[in-house]
C-alpha cells in the first residue's frame, strides 16, 4: 500500500487526486476495519490509517473514511475545545479546503462559509493568495494551512491575510515545520529533488523552522501558539494520531490593528 500511494501521489496531478481520493477510499477502507485508532473527525476507528507522504509514503496517518491526516485531527479538536468556530456567527475564507473539513463546515448553520484555492475542483472561487481580490476588513476567520511553504512571496500573502480580516478577526496559518532549523528558503533552487532535499517536498519553495511564531509576530500579527496537543493523554494522542514531530502547535494569528 505504501508503494501504491507514493507512486499516485508522485504522478498524478493534485486536481485529480483530489477528485479520485474519496473513490479510492471507499474501495480500500474494508481492508482496515478494526479498533486501534480513532479519527476525531469522522469518528470512526480502524486498525490503523493508511500511509500517505509525497516520495514516499509512511505508516498510520490518512484516515480511510474522510481522509484527515495528523495536522486536520489536531485542529479539529482545537477548533472544537478552544475557539467559538462551531457556535458563533462567523463569516470565514478558507484556502485550500481539505476534504476532511468541507462539508462538515459547509454544514454549520452559524458560518457564512467560503472556499478559495488557485485552481482546486472544489474551491468556490479561484484566488491567488498574494492578490486577494476582496474588501479589506470582510472576515472573521481565515483558515490556509499547508500553503505558505508553496507561496513565492510570503510576505505578501501574509499581508493580505491580515487585510481581509477584520479587526480582532483571527486565521489559523499551519505549515509544516522542521523543528531543528530556523525558517530559510533560497528562490534559486528550483530543482523538484533539491527542493525536496532544502524544503521537504518537491514544490516546496522554503522551510520553515522553530522560529515559525517569530515570523508572524514579524508579519504584524498577535501569535497564539496553542498547546493542546501536550494538554492530552498519551493515550489519546496515539489513538488519533495527532500531529507529526514540530507540528504539535496550533498556530492562530490575531489582527489586533
Given at each position: 500500500m505504501k508503494k501504491i500511494i507514493s507512486l499516485l501521489t508522485k504522478l498524478l496531478p493534485r486536481q485529480i487526486l483530489i477528485k479520485f481520493s474519496y473513490l479510492f477510499s471507499i474501495v480500500i477502507r474494508p481492508f482496515y476495519w478494526g479498533n486501534k485508532v480513532e479519527c476525531p473527525i469522522c469518528g470512526k476507528h480502524f486498525r490503523k490509517f493508511l500511509p500517505y507522504g509525497y516520495g514516499e509514503a509512511m505508516d498510520n496517518r490518512l484516515c480511510p473514511n474522510c481522509l484527515s491526516l495528523e495536522r486536520h485531527r489536531l485542529?479539529?479538536?482545537y477548533l472544537k475545545e478552544k475557539t467559538g468556530f462551531f457556535t458563533d456567527d462567523l463569516k470565514v475564507l478558507h484556502f485550500a479546503p481539505e476534504q476532511p473539513f468541507l462539508k462538515r463546515f459547509?454544514?454549520?448553520?452559524?458560518?457564512?462559509?467560503?472556499?478559495?484555492d488557485l485552481d482546486s475542483?472544489?474551491?468556490d472561487m479561484h484566488i491567488d493568495v498574494t492578490n486577494i481580490n476582496l474588501h479589506d476588513n470582510t472576515y472573521d476567520v481565515v483558515i490556509c494551512n499547508h500553503v505558505l511553504e508553496h507561496v513565492d512571496n510570503v510576505d505578501k500573502a501574509f499581508s493580505e491575510i491580515k487585510r481581509i480580516l477584520k479587526p480582532n478577526g483571527w486565521a489559523i496559518l499551519l505549515?509544516?515545520?522542521?523543528p531543528n532549523v530556523d525558517t530559510f528558503e533560497d528562490p534559486s533552487v528550483t530543482d523538484p529533488k533539491e527542493r525536496q532535499r532544502l524544503f521537504g517536498q518537491?514544490?516546496?519553495v522554503r522551510q520553515f523552522g522553530r522560529d515559525y511564531a517569530d515570523v508572524l509576530r514579524d508579519a504584524g500579527f498577535e501569535v497564539d501558539a496553542?498547546?493542546?496537543y501536550f494538554e492530552l493523554a498519551d493515550e489519546q494522542r496515539e489513538r488519533m494520531r495527532l500531529a507529526r514531530p514540530g507540528e504539535e502547535l496550533v498556530y492562530r494569528v490575531i489582527k489586533n490593528s
Open positions: 485542529l479539529w479538536l459547509k454544514s454549520l448553520k452559524n458560518l457564512d462559509y467560503t472556499t478559495a475542483p472544489i474551491a505549515v509544516p515545520i522542521n518537491y514544490d516546496h496553542d498547546r493542546l
